[in-house]
């Protein structure tokens, strides 16, 4: 456990490094989260007078959106990273090495988390020079930035799957594009009662991203509501796991066959 705890923490640093010294790989998707708050809270903020929100100030509502996709997006650079070190042989070196190989995919989906966390607290603080209050405190807060770094987490593990099964940087991307169709499949932009086409109500029924997003609204804008949260944090639970384990199975293979 000490050797695995040791290399995770080499290489999770060595991933941290690589993003400090291109830091224009993080700033297109913080840049697009941000701009996608600033937009959709000035030019949607309007329809929060409709009675289906409850009074509910569309700042709040909107900005679970803007930290899901910065996770998204984020998140998709730790499998970037293993395409890189496949690509220029350092994995195929590493492997050469008692390094543990859990070690060598936990610690890019680490350092993806740990660049979520910065990036949802740059967001937060932002929405709070718009004026975001947050019906839940302070500890609220905490909630929000564990949904996003939980969720991170999950989308991480995905993405590293997805480099070490097609070992091939657009295959890669390609494959992360899914998470899109269910960012916006979802209660993005309005509550659940507006969504009146039927294949889209039900689509938003069956999405994962839907319960995250309540979760994270319910301790903005209700307080502490604990269905939605404990709902929440099951499907964050599920996907770290799903995912997760889909890596190191690919993990297993990909060490294998070199």
Do not use: H
């Not at 989260?33 to 289906?52: D, R």
């Not at 509502?61 to 970037?80: D, H």
């Not at 404990?230 to 297993?252: E, W």
């Amino acid at each position: 456990m000490k050797v695995i705890l040791r290399d995770t923490m080499t290489l999770t640093g060595r991933s941290l490094l690589i993003l400090m010294r291109n830091p224009f790989t993080v700033v297109p998707n913080l840049f697009i989260s941000i701009f996608f708050l600033l937009v959709y809270t000035g030019g949607l903020s309007g329809i929060a007078q409709l009675p289906q929100f409850e009074g509910a100030d569309y700042l709040s509502f909107i900005l679970p959106v803007s930290i899901v996709s910065a996770a998204i997006g984020g998140a998709g650079g730790a499998g970037q990273m293993l395409i890189r070190d496949l690509e220029s042989g350092y994995f195929a070196r590493l492997l050469q090495t008692p390094v543990s190989r859990l070690a060598v995919v936990l610690g890019p989906i680490i350092a993806g988390m740990l660049q979520l966390l910065l990036q949802t607290l740059i967001i937060l603080g932002i929405a709070f020079l718009l004026g975001l209050q947050i019906a839940a405190g302070a500890a609220g807060a905490v909630v929000l930035i564990i949904f996003a770094v939980g969720w991170g987490l999950a989308f991480a593990g995905y993405s590293v799957a997805v480099a070490l099964k097609t070992k091939n940087a657009q295959a890669a991307q390609a494959g992360t594009l899914i998470f899109f169709p269910l960012l916006f499949l979802s209660t993005t932009f309005v509550p659940m009662e507006l969504i009146e086409s039927p294949w889209m109500r039900g689509a938003a029924v069956l999405n994962p991203t839907t319960y995250l997003f309540e979760g994270m609204r319910s301790v903005l804008i209700d307080g502490w509501v604990w269905m939605p949260l404990l709902t929440g944090m099951v499907v964050i639970a599920a996907g770290c796991f799903l995912t997760i384990g889909l890596s190191v199975r690919s993990a297993k293979i990909a060490f294998s066959r070199e």
